[in-house]
């Protein structure tokens, strides 16, 4: 089916709806303030709620006397882990190809008998205002057992370390131990002998690297309101990346069935990946069932940076590559430790891809490491790992083509994965243009343009990075209205311009204008099961529910036309908005004019879905110059092009703003952003101020080159766009940095303090 | 945050009866105390709004050719007003680093010093061109050098009555010419990793007549370095000269290791910022005549 709408909607045909370059379609109200989030959201009778927060990063609770809380005029409920029911960890719910533990979400919500981390939920008020609802918080009086913390992977893993979990046992290991540990799991891929390889290479490279923990960095703090109604409904609204899993979770941690609970999703302000879990949503729940009033929970920004939402995982690393003098990859071994924070199960094989996808070889063997530590449970952030590992790996990449005194893009382009080649799990890659990027970017100005010399030294890097992505489970619905236009109902939130891309493939598919279709998120009770707005999943899976649900309206439409028409429906061909036959001075009727004629005689919904769609894969390459303050270490991005095959660019100025946001993103993790924890624990830099995303003025311009190599099977070829611009980019910089200034910088931000450590070194 | 009152006196008698007696503190711009007090690092049973009180508020050029900038007066309002661009540079470019743009037309130079972070933007050109704070209190009026007046960081001399009412910029000699500069690993809304501000003044022969030298973020307080003065004085200004005052302004500083950076790298910073801004001040003077 796919493949005929492929031909049909040729990106170099003529179609005035997709391939467009188009506003989006609700910029009006978000940038005017007019979108409503959580915090705008009002409830008669809404009171404010407050989380206790743990001030030890390890420590037993002993008893929490809340009493006194309670007593404090305008105090109307008070929670503790008491009022939830107690769950197994592995308890699971499904999430994508996998499932998600509920306990570990739980846990992030409200702490029980144990605290992991610094700003872990212990306790909770309701109050009449935030005013009295601060104060109850002191009045709550919690004895802790303090045990000793460990706050790196080192610590974590030194033969002494205090175990977080009593029964934690690596699972993986070649030989299991019955010892308790801070490692979670061990994750390995390999095929050949990396080692041998290695030993027979004619240049080897190896690289040690170490990244810090680093925040999303969404402008909107996790935010909720919750109802409890009479007759026992919950009501949710929230901001999220995915209402039926806030549903499914919310519903185990409180213990309720699911026909008890809806989820409204509001405008999200920032999401990526770290809006996935839930982090007081449920205790927003509980509190507003036990004092029968609307309850409205905003984190404030501390909050979010101290322990009261997930960051992403640091991680430490060594890789070793092994090519002949002709530039062909022998072997690639590397070891990676990843920092899951206070619970465990941040699983590492998802990161490992990194390392064997962009080039080919026939020696692999790559082992992840998932450790617990006492910091905020890890979350996903845009490509999960991606940037951290191609830190690592791209690098490794570059100084090997430095050894053999190889053009590092003709090094890639001779160890290129194609179309065909293996995968890091062993299976064939689905459509992949590495070939073609490079080609891009060999004809390019930002790479044959020679580098204008600077007062300071300067450099010019490139990186490239790889993101699988994944496919999920996407629903819709449309009705047909009155006036024959149709009405779409999605399953999944807009993080990134989902609608508006959503309108034009409705749009294209009734062959109407943007303004003839409507197109909204339906809440978790008035739409079908739709997986999280994650992975690079959304435009494509949602495109093929859209055009589903599409295709049987509009055959459903022809029915009734042609039953008005007395005709049969093979008869008839719709062309914008009518039904004709095929003699061209024929009898047509309108979707209007069948509209108005059998309106009354049953709605039209048809629904559309999809799932297991084929992987987008993505694959981006990025070209940097910088220049490098020799006496401070600051590293200045002059210029900056990022080239991505995406498939198809249903709307160009949407993807290239994901690129953009995206390099922004990964430009602020290289280069200043990072968690910098005290030896008590506590983040060090909890606020915008010290936890430094950058500022315009911190930002070069942005080039985006968009290829559109399709991939078969998906509607119009999309790919996944939004994950993978943010992979190469520190690695992009690193190559720059070092090119400019003859050393490596290993540690992530490359804050200028390390590199000017990196310059002095030597 | 607590609750607190707040008052919006007219005149300097009216807010010091304000301030006798309770744990009051001025509001000029804000962009300090009202997050302090949303996140309970100060508390207030009294906030007094000083931007009404015309004595704290407007730029003027008294007789003797001093320029006073009242306490209230906004760093956005400093940067663009025209005496002190052409007079006192270094100060009218480093109020300009404080914040964002929305934060300067907030902020206040009266804020800036009151605040006492060692950090300040606008307190090493203060102390380069040897200001003077006008304070008034229940004991009367006294004026004391910007320098003295910092005991820690966040403290300064001001007794719990007094209030700072302006600052007193003396003119400054012929030839003269400061510069400021921070280092920051953001290029704005970011707090000075070190910051260094440099005064210099030439005779008729070139020497040097006059140097001063302030150090921001490297101490309790800002610092002025004696010993990098002491190695500029009586000597021609050379890039030798200006490297070995860098290396003693390094000495001079008393740096911390935080989450902003390392002792030693902030030491570093400390010698380089004083190259930088003694060399940007002698280029300003003898534009590229000298090496």
């Known amino acids: 089916m ?117 700003g872990q939920p212990v306790a909770a008020v309701a109050a009449i205002d935030l005013h009295i609802a601060e104060q109850a918080l002191e009045l709550i009086k919690i004895e802790y057992e303090v045990l000793d913390a460990v706050f790196s992977i080192d610590e974590a893993t030194a033969p002494a370390a205090p175990a977080l979990y009593d029964s934690m046992r690596t699972t993986g290991l070649d030989t299991p131990s019955n010892k308790p540990t801070n490692v979670c799991s061990r994750t390995v891929f390999k095929r050949g002998n990396s080692d041998s390889a290695l030993a027979n290479s004619d240049e080897t490279v190896e690289l040690s690297i170490k990244v810090d923990t680093a925040h999303q960095g969404y402008i909107e703090p996790q935010s909720v309101v919750a109802q409890h109604d009479r007759d026992g409904l919950t009501t949710l609204w929230v901001s999220t990346q995915g209402h039926f899993t806030t549903e499914l979770v919310t519903a185990r941690v409180l213990g309720i069935p699911q026909s008890k609970i809806r989820v409204v999703p509001l405008e999200i302000g920032g999401g990526f990946g770290g809006k996935v879990f839930i982090h007081g949503e449920s205790v927003a729940a509980k509190l507003a069932e036990k004092c029968g009033r609307p309850v409205q929970l905003i984190f404030s920004r501390e909050e979010v940076l ?138 390019h100005p930002c790479w044959t343009t020679p580098l204008k010399e600077g007062s300071m030294p300067r450099g010019r890097g490139l990186a490239f990075g790889y993101w699988r992505g994944t496919s999920m489970t996407s629903a819709c619905h449309v009705t047909i209205s009155g006036d024959g236009r149709p009405m779409f109902t999605l399953g999944s939130v807009d993080i990134s311009g989902a609608h508006t891309s959503m309108a034009q493939v409705a749009a294209e598919q009734f062959q109407m204008s943007l303004d003839d279709v409507y197109v909204a998120t339906g809440d978790s009770k008035s739409v079908g099961y739709t997986d999280i707005a994650a992975a690079s999943r959304v435009t494509r899976t949602m495109a093929a529910a859209v055009i589903d649900a599409s295709q049987a309206a509009l055959a459903e439409l022809k029915k009734r036309a042609a039953n008005l ?151 119009y070829g999309l790919r996944g766009v939004g994950e993978v611009p943010i992979v190469p980019v520190a690695a992009c910089v690193a190559n720059a940095v070092a090119r400019a200034v003859g050393n490596r910088v290993t540690q992530m931000p490359m804050t200028p303090e390390r590199v000017f450590k990196a310059m002095t070194a030597s | 945050m ?92 480093s109020v300009a680093l404080i914040g964002s743009r929305q934060v300067q ?68 000699s012929e030839r003269t010419a400061a510069a400021y500069q921070r280092f920051t690993p953001r290029r704005e809304m970011d707090i000075a990793v070190a910051g260094v501000g440099s005064r210099i003044s030439l005779d008729a022969d070139g020497k040097i007549i006059a140097a001063r030298v302030a150090l921001a973020s490297v101490g309790p307080t800002p610092l002025r370095a004696a010993s990098a003065e002491c190695v500029l004085m009586d000597e021609s200004p050379s890039s030798q000269l200006f490297e070995e005052a860098g290396v003693a302004a390094a000495q001079d500083a008393s740096p911390i290791s935080d989450t902003r950076g390392s002792a030693e790298y902030r030491r570093h910073l400390v010698s380089v910022l004083c190259k930088r801004t003694l060399a940007s001040a002698t280029n300003e003077l003898l534009q590229d005549t000298w090496t």
């Open chain 1, 2 to 118: 796919f493949e005929e709408i492929i031909a049909h909607a040729d990106p170099h045909g003529d179609h005035d709806t997709i391939g467009r370059r188009l506003p989006r379609i609700d910029s009006g109200k978000r940038v005017t303030g007019e979108a409503i989030y959580p915090a705008d959201f009002q409830l008669p009778g809404m009171v404010y709620a407050k989380l206790k927060r743990s001030p030890h990063p390890h420590a037993k609770i002993r008893s929490i006397d809340t009493s006194k809380a309670m007593e404090l005029a305008g105090v109307l409920a008070v929670t503790t882990a008491d009022d939830f029911p107690e769950l197994e960890p592995g308890t699971a719910v499904p999430m994508g190809q996998g499932s998600c533990d509920v306990w570990m979400v739980g846990q992030i919500n409200m702490a029980r008998h144990k605290v992991f981390w610094v």
């Open chain 1, 306 to 443: 101290q322990g009261g939402s997930g960051p992403t995982a640091a991680l430490q690393g060594k890789l070793e590559i092994g090519a002949s003098k002709d530039g062909v990859i022998n072997a690639i071994k590397s070891r990676i430790h990843v920092d899951a924070g206070g619970l465990p199960d941040m699983n590492p094989g998802i990161i490992l891809q990194v390392f064997a996808a962009l080039y080919q070889t026939p020696n692999l063997f790559l082992e992840g490491f998932d450790v617990v530590t006492n910091k905020p449970r890890t979350e996903a952030y845009r490509a999960p790992g991606g940037i951290q590992a191609a830190f690592l790996m791209e690098q490794a990449i570059d100084e090997l083509s430095q050894k053999l005194e190889m053009d590092p893009l003709e090094f890639r382009r001779r160890n290129a994965s194609v179309t065909g080649s293996t995968m890091p799990a062993g299976t064939p890659f689905p459509s992949i243009g590495v070939l073609e990027i490079a080609d891009a970017v060999a004809a």
């Open chain 1, 565 to 715: 028409m007395q005709l049969t429906a093979e008869e008839l061909t719709y062309d914008h908005g009518s039904f004709r036959t095929a003699n061209d001075n024929g009898p047509s009727m309108t979707v209007a004019d069948v509209m108005k004629a059998t309106l009354t005689q049953g709605a039209i919904i048809c629904q559309g879905s999809s799932s297991n769609l084929p992987f987008g894969v993505e694959v981006g390459a990025h070209v940097c110059d910088v220049e490098v303050d020799k006496d401070t270490g600051q590293i200045t991005v002059l210029k900056y092009t990022a080239f991505q095959d995406v498939g198809f660019a249903l709307n160009p100025p949407a993807v290239e703003g994901q690129i953009e946001g995206s390099v922004v993103q990964g430009l602020g993790w290289a280069i200043s952003e990072g968690f910098d924890y005290g030896s008590d624990g506590r983040l060090r830099n909890a606020s915008l101020l010290d936890y430094r995303i950058p500022t315009a003025l911190d930002v070069p311009s942005i080039d985006t080159v968009l290829l559109q190599k399709p991939v078969p099977g998906v509607p």
């Open chain 2, 2 to 93: 607590e609750l607190f009152n707040f008052q919006t006196p007219s005149s300097v008698a009216e807010l010091l009866i304000a301030k006798a007696n309770t744990n009051a503190w001025l509001l000029a711009g804000g962009t300090d105390l009202i997050p302090q007090l949303k996140e309970g690092r100060r508390k207030a049973d009294l906030v007094i709004d000083i931007k009404k009180i015309p004595a704290m508020n407007g730029i003027s050029e008294l007789e003797d050719g001093t320029l006073r900038i009242g306490a209230a007066v906004s760093a956005t309002a400093i940067a663009q007003n025209v005496d002190a661009i052409r007079s006192y540079a270094a100060l009218a470019s």
């Open chain 2, 105 to 172: 037309n907030r902020a206040t130079l009266g804020g800036n010093v009151c605040n006492a972070a060692p950090s300040a933007d606008a307190i090493p050109a203060l102390i380069c061109y040897d200001a003077m704070a006008e304070i008034e209190g229940a004991e009367g009026k006294r004026e004391i050098l910007v320098e003295d007046l910092f005991t820690g960081p966040g403290r300064t001399q001001l007794n719990p009555t007094e209030v700072l009412i302006s600052f007193l910029l003396p003119l400054q």
